[in-house]
């Protein structure tokens, strides 16, 4: 796969390098050199990655039944 440097040295890693490598919008990739000179891209902390959704995990309020919620939705509560 090959891909074209922009004016500013950015360049677009090909999708099928990004779904290989398990990276997307946000994720923070290192450029090694390896001994043979080579340049390879790697994940920084693959195993980390988390759902940028997963912070909010939780805030709904624990506890609550379904009934609990539509009644302090619905105002009858």
């Known amino acids: ?5 922009k ?3 950015q360049v677009t890693i090909p999708k099928a390098v990004r779904d290989m ?5 946000g994720s923070q990739v290192d450029f090694r050199r390896t001994a ?7 994940p920084v902390d ?11 995990r ?7 039944s379904t009934d609990e919620i539509m009644a302090l939705t619905r105002g009858d509560g």
Do not use: C, E, Y
């Open 1 to 5: 796969m090959s891909t074209t440097v």
């Open 7 to 9: 004016a500013k040295g």
């Open 21 to 25: 490598l398990g990276i997307g919008p």
């Open 46 to 56: 693959a195993g980390k990655q988390v759902s940028r959704f997963a912070k909010f």
């Open 36 to 42: 043979d000179g080579n340049i390879v891209v790697v």
């Open 58 to 64: 939780g805030h709904a309020g624990k506890g609550m």
